[in-house]
């Protein structure tokens, strides 16, 4: 099989090695990255300035492409530059960092496999859901190989991907794999503002998570209960009982 490797982390990023060694004993894997981290662009593409990619070495002297764009962008280069379109599935990680619930609209991991499965390909996202300093690479990455090989030998459907979410722990401290929905991800006091030694205020984003507990069957619940998080995610984000909400509309007459 032939796979297309991403990261929003960059190219040279512990995660995405992590990943290259999970996935090597399942088929030939070309990797394709930022040349410098990009988290949180979410599914930005460059319309406006030329893109370059520029070969590279990874630590096991094995080589790489790295791309002044964005994660989606490497997702496009990728797939259609340097593998011909011959793409049997595209992964993306593994991110240092949690993509669960909500915030996958900004993550630029999970971005890249719905750049994937947009065009017809097949993705999954892998994150280790920790911005500690320390990351147990490999229970990530043992993880990362077992779910890569099912995921391989079970098709999903078209224009579907899988988010896979991986607490940051020894092996035998993780308690399985849990199957779980997106989770309720809210955050409080999202800017803190500064001033600058002008004294003009200036702004950081961030904040903290709301404190409230994770309702149970979700993403955010698994991790928080150490278990692997594995969510079924798709591009159509219509809401069906919203559709019937505004079905009067349609009888509206012309104005
Ligand atoms: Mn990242």
């Given amino acids: 099989m032939r796979f297309l490797l991403t990261n929003d982390d960059g190219v040279h990023a512990p995660g995405i090695f992590a990943l290259k060694k999970a996935l090597e004993p399942l088929g030939h894997v070309f990797v394709v990255a930022p040349e410098r981290p990009r988290s949180a662009m979410g599914h930005a593409i460059t319309l406006h300035k030329p893109l370059r990619l520029a070969e590279t070495t990874l630590a096991d002297g094995a080589p790489a492409w790295s791309s002044n764009g964005t994660p989606a962008d490497c997702v496009t280069l990728g797939a259609l530059e340097i593998m011909d379109e011959k793409v049997d599935f595209v992964f993306a990680g593994i991110n240092h960092g949690p993509n669960l619930g909500w915030d996958v609209h900004y993550s630029g991991t999970v971005s890249a496999a719905f750049e994937a499965v947009m065009v017809g390909y097949r993705a999954a996202a892998f994150s280790v859901a920790s911005f500690d300093q320390e990351i147990h690479w490999d229970t990530a990455g043992c993880y990362a190989a077992r779910i890569a090989r099912f995921l391989c030998e079970n098709p999903t ?99």
Wanted: aromatic share 6%.
């Fill in 157 to 255: 459907g078209p224009h579907t991907l899988v988010n896979i979410n991986i607490p940051n722990l020894p092996c035998h401290d993780i308690r399985g794999i849990a199957l779980a929905s997106q989770g309720p991800r809210q955050y409080v006091d999202r800017i803190e503002k500064r001033l600058d030694p002008a004294g003009r205020p200036y702004y950081w984003l961030g904040g903290t998570l709301a404190a409230r507990d994770a309702p149970a069957g979700t993403d955010v619940r698994a991790i928080a209960d150490g278990y692997v998080s594995v969510t079924p995610l798709q591009l159509d984000l219509t809401e069906p009982s919203l559709l019937r909400d505004l079905e009067s509309l349609k009888d509206w007459p012309p104005v």
